[in-house]
C-alpha cells in the first residue's frame, strides 16, 4: 500500500442550475494529509461524491497519479485505489462486523479465506476484533465511525476520503483517531483527505487545509495560516456568539 | 456446520431418499408438494434473501421454461434433458430484460417489483394469444401411462420424486456454494446498502444482473418440471400472480437469506395446507382451508418475522443465522 497524488482542477458541479461546487483546485501529494473545511452546505461533500464516482463533475478534472478518474462509477473509483467513508455512517446493517470488512477486503482478495485474515488484521488494528462477530447495527456510534474506516481501509486503497469520521466522537476519542491516522499514513504512505469539522483533529493531522464556502474555494495553507486567515475567519472560524 | 447439524441433515437426506418406500401414494405426493416448494423457494430467495431484490413476477420464468420445453417436445419431439437447455436460455433472457431494465433505471424495492408482476403478466396475455403455445386453451403433453422413461421425463410419481428432489439438494448446494462466495458476499451488501456496497468495488449492476438470472435459471428448471409432472399449462395459472407470490411464501416463512429457510417454510405451509384441507372437507365449509392457511401465516409472520427456521436453528444449537 503507497499513496497517489490527487488534483482536482477547475472542479465544478451544478444541480439543475443550482451551483454547488464551482471552480475549485486542490493537489494532495502522495502520501500526504491534507483537510477540507468549511461551513455546512459549502459543498465539501459533494467534491466528495465528485471524487468518490457518486457524482460526475459538470467541470474540471479529477485525477489520480495522473489518470482521470472523474466520471467513473464508484466501484472503477475503487479500483482505481479510493477508498471512502460516509458522513452518515453506512454499515451492513444486518452482517457481522467481521463480514462487513470481509466485503470490503474481497475487493483484492476474490476468495473469502483470505478476505477475511485481511479483515481480521485490519480490525485488530482499529481496536474492532474483539466485536468482530457484533452486528454492524448493535455498534456505538464511534465504533460505527471506525467500522466505516475499516472497511474503506480493507479495499487498499492509495488514497482515503474521510466524511467527518471524528464528528460525535470524545475529545480521547478523537485523540485515539488522530494517532491511528497518523500512524497509518507514517507506515503505508496513504493519501489521505478528510473532511472534518473538529479542529482538533484538523490541526493535529493534516499537512495543508482547503477552505471551502458557498461552493468556491476560499483558502488554503497550513493549518497555522488557515487559522490566522481573515477571509476564513470571517465565514467559519470567527464568529463568536455574542451571548 | 457442526456435528450436530450434519448428523441432522443426512437422517433428513436419508429419509428423503427412502421416502418412496416409506409413505404412501398420498404422502409422497405431498412431499413432491414440499420439495418444490422447497426448490423454487430457494432460486427465489437467491434475489430477495441474498441480494435483496423483490420479485413479484416469478412465475414468469416457471412459465417460460415450462412452455419452452414442453412445446419442443410436442412440437418437435425434442426431449426434456435437451429442451432445458432452451427453457433455461429463454427464461435467463427474460430475466435479463427484466433486471436491465429495473437495475439500470434504479427501479428500488416496491418499484422494482410492480416491473416484475408487469412482465409477468403481459406475458400471460401473450401467451392467450400465440397459437404455437396453445392459447388460452393451454398446451397438453402425452400422457403415456404405465410407461418409466427417464429420458423423456415420462413416467410415475416415484420418477418425478426423484427429480425434484435431486434438483432441491442441488439448489441447495448450489446456494451454499454462492453464498460462500464473493458474489455471494457482494449480494448481502447489496441487500444491505447499495451505495456503501457499490463503495468498497462491487459492481452492483452485475452482481444484481447474476442475482435475477441465476435465479431465473433454476425457476425455468421447476417449470419444465412442473410441465412434464402435470401435462398441462395453461397462460391463467403458468403465469399467475397468485404462483408468482406462493414461491416466495416458503423463504418467508422459512427465513429469508437462510439456506433451510425454503425447506422449512415449504413443510410448514405444505403440511398447514394439507391439514385445512382435511379439516375443510370434514367440516363442510367451503374457503375455511383459505382462512386458516392466511391466519397461520399471519400468526407465523407476526411471531417470528425473521422467519422459523432461525429460531428452530438456534433452539437445536446449529447456526444458521440470516446472513
Redesign the interface.
Known amino acids: 500500500m503507497s499513496g497517489a497524488r490527487l488534483e482536482l482542477a477547475g472542479l465544478g458541479k451544478t444541480f439543475r442550475g443550482l451551483r454547488a461546487v464551482h471552480d475549485v483546485s486542490f493537489a494532495v501529494p502522495a502520501g500526504a494529509i491534507h483537510a477540507l473545511i468549511g461551513p455546512n452546505g459549502a459543498g465539501k461533500t459533494t467534491i466528495f461524491n465528485m471524487i468518490?464516482g457518486?457524482y460526475a463533475p459538470t467541470a474540471g478534472t479529477v485525477t489520480l497519479d495522473g489518470r482521470s478518474i472523474a466520471g467513473l462509477?464508484?466501484?472503477r473509483v475503487?479500483?482505481a485505489g479510493v477508498?471512502?467513508t460516509?458522513q452518515i455512517v453506512?454499515?451492513?446493517?444486518?452482517?457481522s462486523v467481521l463480514?462487513n470488512v470481509?466485503?470490503?477486503a474481497?475487493?483484492r482478495r476474490?476468495?473469502?479465506g483470505p478476505?477475511r485474515e485481511h479483515a481480521e488484521a485490519i480490525l485488530a488494528r482499529l481496536g474492532l476484533h474483539d466485536r468482530r462477530h457484533q452486528l454492524a447495527e448493535n455498534l456505538t456510534l464511534p465504533d460505527r465511525k471506525r467500522l466505516e474506516v475499516a472497511?474503506?481501509l480493507?479495499?487498499e486503497p492509495k488514497l482515503l476520503l474521510l466524511d467527518e469520521v471524528m464528528a460525535g466522537l470524545r475529545p480521547t476519542e478523537v485523540d485515539v483517531m488522530v494517532a491511528f491516522l497518523r500512524g497509518l499514513s507514517a507506515e503505508t504512505g496513504l493519501t489521505i483527505l478528510l473532511i472534518e469539522h473538529v479542529m482538533r483533529a484538523v490541526m493535529a493531522l493534516a499537512a495543508r487545509v482547503t477552505v471551502v464556502s458557498y461552493g468556491e474555494k476560499i483558502a488554503e495553507g497550513t493549518p497555522a495560516e488557515i487559522a490566522r486567515n481573515q477571509a476564513v475567519l470571517d465565514v467559519y472560524l470567527g464568529h463568536e456568539d455574542p451571548a | 456446520m457442526n456435528t450436530r447439524a450434519l448428523a441432522g441433515l443426512l437422517v433428513l437426506l436419508a429419509f428423503l431418499m427412502a421416502a418412496p418406500m416409506l409413505l404412501g401414494g398420498y404422502g409422497l405426493s405431498v412431499l413432491i408438494l414440499v420439495l418444490y416448494f422447497a426448490y423454487v423457494g430457494q432460486a427465489w430467495n437467491i434475489m430477495m434473501g441474498f441480494a435483496g431484490q423483490l420479485s413479484l413476477g416469478h412465475a414468469l420464468y416457471a412459465g417460460i421454461g415450462g412452455y419452452v420445453a414442453a412445446g419442443l417436445y410436442t412440437h418437435y419431439g425434442i426431449g426434456p434433458w435437451m429442451g432445458v437447455f432452451a427453457a433455461v436460455g429463454a427464461a435467463v433472457a427474460a430475466g435479463a430484460i427484466v433486471g436491465y431494465l429495473g437495475f439500470r433505471f434504479s427501479l428500488a424495492g416496491v418499484y422494482f417489483a410492480l416491473l416484475t408482476i408487469a412482465f409477468g403478466e403481459f406475458t400471460r396475455i401473450g401467451f392467450d394469444n400465440w397459437s404455437w403455445a396453445g392459447g388460452s386453451g393451454g398446451m397438453f403433453l402425452k400422457v403415456e401411462r404405465g410407461v418409466s422413461d427417464l429420458a423423456n421425463l415420462r413416467g410415475g410419481t416415484v420418477m418425478f420424486y426423484y427429480v425434484i428432489l435431486a434438483m432441491a439438494v442441488g439448489a441447495f448446494v448450489l446456494c451454499r456454494a454462492l453464498l460462500?462466495?464473493?458474489l455471494g458476499?457482494?449480494w448481502?451488501?447489496i441487500?444491505?446498502?447499495a451505495?456503501?456496497?457499490?463503495?468498497?468495488?462491487?459492481?452492483?449492476l452485475w452482481c444484481k444482473m447474476l442475482a435475477v438470472t441465476i435465479s431465473a435459471a433454476l425457476t425455468a428448471l421447476a417449470g419444465v418440471w412442473n410441465a412434464f409432472y402435470y401435462n398441462n399449462l395453461f397462460p391463467e395459472t403458468a403465469f399467475a400472480v397468485g404462483r408468482s407470490i406462493e414461491m416466495t411464501l416458503s423463504p418467508i416463512i422459512g427465513g429469508l437469506g437462510t439456506l433451510f429457510g425454503p425447506f422449512v417454510g415449504a413443510v410448514v405451509l405444505t403440511g398447514l395446507g394439507e391439514l385445512f384441507t382435511d379439516l375443510s372437507d370434514q367440516f363442510h365449509v367451503a374457503g375455511l382451508k383459505q382462512i386458516f392457511y392466511g391466519l397461520a401465516l399471519l400468526i407465523i409472520v407476526m411471531y417470528r418475522p425473521a422467519g422459523i427456521w432461525p429460531w428452530i436453528a438456534t433452539r437445536l444449537g446449529f447456526e444458521e443465522r440470516?446472513?
Open positions: 468518490a457518486v462509477r464508484p466501484d475503487c479500483d477508498g471512502r460516509f453506512k454499515p451492513f446493517k444486518g452482517l463480514e470481509t466485503v470490503g474481497l475487493h476474490p476468495r473469502l478476505a472497511r474503506a480493507a479495499t | 460462500e462466495s464473493r458476499r457482494y448481502l451488501a441487500r444491505e446498502d451505495e456503501a456496497a457499490q463503495a468498497v468495488g462491487v459492481p452492483v440470516r446472513k
